[in-house]
């Protein structure tokens, strides 16, 4: 009984952050709902009952009294299960779910010496896993999602035929720009909904709960000086791209809050984050205008996580050279 109480122990401060990424995403789920209907919520169903059920296995098998606390904190990858159905491409069939939530986590939890000892980050090993293993989902074309409440039906990601992601930004007029996150133009993912929103929350979580507000900043400030410098001299200035409209459409402001609230895939270090950041920023842009696959974001995510202790490294071999 001892055992099991203590597996109960935590103090309230470290439940705070899941408890307030819980709350939003709960609301945020019922705003997505009104747009792409039943299928998203029995994602979500899935999804989190996966994350339960695995949950529940852990407590029923550990009962050693070491490391319990990581059921309840972010080390169990609770963001893994709320924000995986967001990544999910509503044509891909609902069984294949907990399969892939399985796969990362067992990936991610119980191989490469666990969590935290290595840079792969749960989300982000769930997509990519999901886009290897059933390769047209890496190729989905974007779709203009059908009106509000139009219910199930909204799920028919890959159709029509598909354009460079570009021409989908200029396409939206400027004085949508704050709520362009709801735009009929945008891709008709989950994750790319409400994009202003998301990046919203991301700062204020950063800031409250003081998890890698240096990274949070480089991003938004790197992401616009990239856009600025690729639609000024790569692009024609005369197609109205907006330098600003990779931090709200797609997936770079989920991408954002997939780093902040998962604050253990990235080093706390201020050259790191900055690095993290630069990184990040350059391929999120990169992928976002030279593609039509709005999933390409999330590769950059994966190239930073891989690119960032790379760099720090030389960094440090330098720094101890030169003293």
């Known amino acids: 009984m001892k055992k099991a109480a203590k597996l109960l122990t935590i103090k309230r401060t470290e439940l705070m952050p899941d408890i307030c990424a819980a709350v939003f995403l709960f609301f945020y789920y019922f705003s997505v709902f009104g747009r792409f209907g039943q299928k998203f919520a029995a994602a979500v169903a899935i999804s989190v009952g996966t994350g339960l059920l695995l949950g529940f296995f852990r407590i029923l098998f550990n009962f050693s009294g070491k490391d319990t606390n990581d059921f309840f904190s972010g080390r169990f990858g609770w963001l893994l299960f709320f924000a995986f159905p967001l990544f999910f491409p509503l044509s891909l069939s609902l069984w294949l779910i907990p399969f892939v939530l399985v796969s990362a986590y067992l990936i991610c939890f119980g191989a490469f010496g666990g969590f935290k000892n290595h840079f792969f980050n749960p989300v982000i090993l769930a997509v990519i896993f999901m886009m290897c293993g059933y390769g047209y989902t890496s190729v989905l074309n974007v779709s203009r999602p059908l009106p509000v409440n139009s219910g199930y039906k ?54 409250i709960f003081k998890r890698r507000r240096l990274w949070v900043i480089g991003c938004v400030c790197f992401t616009v000086l990239f856009s600025y410098l690729i639609t000024h001299f790569v692009f024609e200035p005369a197609l109205g791209i907006k330098s600003f409209y990779p931090l709200l459409f797609g997936f770079v402001p989920i991408m954002l809050f997939v780093g902040v609230y998962d604050f253990e895939t990235i080093s706390q270090g201020r050259f790191d984050q900055l690095a993290a950041s630069l990184i990040f920023s350059f391929f999120a842009v990169m992928f976002s205008f030279n593609t039509e696959n709005v999933y390409l974001p999330v590769y950059a995510f994966l190239i930073m996580q891989i690119l960032t202790p790379l760099i720090s490294d030389i960094k440090a071999m330098f720094v101890k050279a030169a003293k």
């Open 154 to 207: 909204t799920w028919t990601s890959g159709m029509p035929v598909s354009k460079p992601l570009w021409k989908i930004y200029a396409s939206v007029p400027l004085d949508s720009a704050v709520k362009a996150s709801v735009s009929s133009h945008l891709p008709s993912v989950p994750g790319a909904s409400r994009g202003a929103v998301i990046l919203l929350f991301s700062l204020l979580f950063s800031f």
